[in-house]
């Protein structure tokens, strides 16, 4: 296919792949008086402290994690932490928003890299 020929969304798609740490929603958000075009997720900036702390923050909040990488909770506060905003932030997105944040955290969690 000719690059000049293609559609916005295969744009949006080629721009994801190039850089899969930005993610755009579908369409703005608003969550307590602030909107939300996408997120850059910095998971770079992360350390083992940031894994240690969420494993906490949510165990004081009731939630167990037997393994992290496959834990929706765990994943969404992962990537709440990576793009600076809260994980109620992310949770309260709409669905294919929320899980397409959970398959690039989750690729991040799971790279060997």
Known sequence: MNEKNITAEEAKEKTA?????VYMLKKTFEYEDRKYTGFTFEFDKL????????????RDRGKFIITPE???????AIAAK????????LSALPIADFLAIKRITQRFLNSRD
């Not at 496959?70 to 969404?76: A, K, N, P, R």
């Not at 990576?82 to 932030?89: F, G, L």
């Open 17 to 21: 792949e190039q850089d899969s740490n």
């Open 47 to 58: 350390n083992g402290f940031d894994m240690i702390d969420t494993e906490s923050e949510l």
């Open 70 to 76: 496959t834990d929706t909770s765990f994943i969404i």
């Open 82 to 89: 990576a793009a600076n905003v809260s994980d109620t932030v």
